[in-house]
């Protein structure tokens, strides 16, 4: 457990679903990160949060929408998902300037849109 | 801009050395660090190093910093098979606004 807890850990959905993600931390951070890991492809940036306010969006598309209703929650709520969203989606948190410190991440949640 | 670029696949036996390397092309970045990332598992910080400093050695872990070329690397010594990962190297980017820039990661495999 490193900290960050994401759930669930496995998620299936077929196009019309509507889910969510969520991410907690009590590490005390200011900042949570959601990210896209598809296979054979970076790291992809979604959302920045600092203190509640979404500080960046990077480009992604309103199927995807983040909720964050206090420093220690995030969430990612899914829906008419397409199967190429299909990824491992993990949540980070740090404290406003990373530091020696850097990004604490969750296990992730993997995805499969059917 | 930024960016950070990783060669993208390592194998080495167990019991050698792995040399993974990373090059980055913010000069102001304050810390560079190094994450593993397990099968199935989330990205787990596994050394970082100042930049102000040439090296950190930490166990079996050794991290160099050329910040001369902007070239950090990651040795690990006496390998073993519970090594293989994927390795990312981070770098912190100018002011220290709290947003890491990853490369796409090495994928180290260590053979018995």
């Known amino acids: 457990e490193t900290g960050v807890t994401q759930t669930p850990r496995h998620l299936v959905m077929g196009m019309t679903n509507k889910k969510s993600l969520k991410c907690e931390q009590h590490?005390?951070?200011?900042?949570m990160y959601w990210y896209k890991q598809s296979a054979k492809k970076p790291l992809e940036l979604m959302f920045v949060y600092n203190f509640k306010e979404q500080t960046e969006n990077n480009s992604v598309p309103s199927r995807f929408s983040p909720e964050c209703p206090n420093s220690s929650h995030l969430f990612l709520h899914l829906h008419t998902l397409q199967p190429e969203d299909s990824a491992l989606y993990l949540c980070?948190?740090?404290?406003?300037?990373?530091?020696?410190?850097?990004?604490?991440f969750g296990s992730g949640t993997r995805l499969t849109v059917v | 801009g930024e960016d950070v670029e990783q060669s993208l696949f390592l194998s080495v036996r167990e019991g050698d050395s792995s040399v993974i390397n990373c090059t980055y092309t913010d000069s102001s970045s304050t810390y560079l660090y190094w994450y593993k990332q397990e099968p199935g598992a989330g990205l787990q910080l596994l050394t970082y190093i100042f930049s102000n400093m040439d090296m950190k050695q930490d166990q079996r872990l050794t991290v160099l910093l050329n910040k001369k070329d902007k070239h950090l690397s990651l040795r690990i010594a006496d390998t073993q098979t519970g090594d293989s990962a994927i390795y990312f190297c981070?770098?912190?980017?100018?002011?220290?606004?709290?947003?890491?820039?990853f490369g796409q990661g090495t994928t180290l495999q260590v053979k018995p």
């Open positions: 980070a948190s740090s404290q406003e300037g990373v530091g020696n410190y850097g990004y604490t």
């Open positions: 590490l005390g951070h200011n900042a």
């Open positions: 981070a770098e912190s980017g100018s002011g220290n606004t709290g947003k890491l820039i």
